[in-house]
């Protein structure tokens, strides 16, 4: 079935080390992807998107993502993270010739730790 | 400022009533959706409206109606038809050409609790 995953639930690191949050999606054709991150009871905002072109994009707040064609991912990165990046992260697909239909995985939430 | 307002914030139902979620947009975007948010399981689809006077149903459309009269205005009925409507709903819009066209922008949502 066609699917996003985010293989964590919840991530904690410490203020100031580097943060990977994974995304896989099961599309066959290479769709549309987005990172949105969610803070406690608000709505959603934009992180960063792939269209196409280069696969490493970057994005608001420090963060980038790698589009990775042959291990179907586009993993989430900050070198460095600050508390105020505690929030819960949702993966995004819209697959090719799917117009305009988001699917989103269940979301990672972040703590982060002083 | 442009954005989507969602109203209200927080809204309590008897069980067996109607209620009605306001949602607005003065980003002059052609699409709007609903969503529904529960703990673990992301974002749903609702129902979706890409003109106005024209809406389709999203992947758990059940106990949920809408309308769309105006380009600005995307309002969401939960009906007592929907068996377990507790939850967190956020509207979004979109609009541009090609790819832009997906992406969405959020209002703040309403939380809806059933007593």
């Known amino acids: 079935a066609q699917s996003v995953t985010q293989p964590d639930i919840h991530i904690t690191v410490s203020e100031g080390a580097s943060l990977e949050l994974r995304c896989n999606y099961s599309?066959?054709?290479?769709?549309?992807l987005f990172w949105y991150v969610q803070s406690p009871g608000q709505g959603l905002q934009l992180l960063l998107k792939?269209?196409?072109?280069?696969?490493l994009v970057q994005g608001i707040k420090g963060f980038e993502a790698e589009f990775k064609r042959s291990q179907s991912s586009f993993n989430l990165r900050k070198p460095s993270v600050h508390w105020s990046d505690a929030a819960e992260y949702f993966c995004?697909?819209?697959?090719?010739?799917?117009?305009?239909?988001?699917?989103f995985g269940a979301g990672t939430r972040l703590a982060v730790h002083p | 400022d442009g954005g989507i307002t969602q109203s209200p914030k927080y809204l309590f139902r008897k069980e067996g009533q109607n209620v009605t979620l306001s949602c607005e947009q003065n980003?002059?975007?052609?699409?709007m959706y609903w969503y529904r948010q529960d703990p673990g399981q992301g974002l749903r689809l609702i129902y979706y409206?890409?003109?106005?006077?024209?809406?389709q149903k999203g992947d758990i459309a059940e106990g949920y109606s809408v309308s769309r009269e105006k380009k600005e205005s995307f309002p969401l009925t939960v009906t007592s038809a929907q068996k377990n409507p507790t939850a967190f709903y956020l509207c979004?819009?979109?609009?541009?050409?090609?790819?832009?066209?997906?992406?969405?922008?959020f209002g703040p949502g309403t939380r809806l609790t059933v007593l």
């Open positions: 792939y269209f196409s072109g280069d696969t």
């Open positions: 599309y066959g054709a290479t769709p549309y």
């Open positions: 995004a697909v819209v697959p090719s010739g799917g117009y305009n239909k988001l699917i």
């Open positions: 409206s890409q003109i106005v006077n024209d809406f």
């Open positions: 980003l002059n975007h052609d699409a």
């Open positions: 979004a819009s979109s609009t541009g050409t090609g790819p832009s066209y997906n992406e969405q922008f």
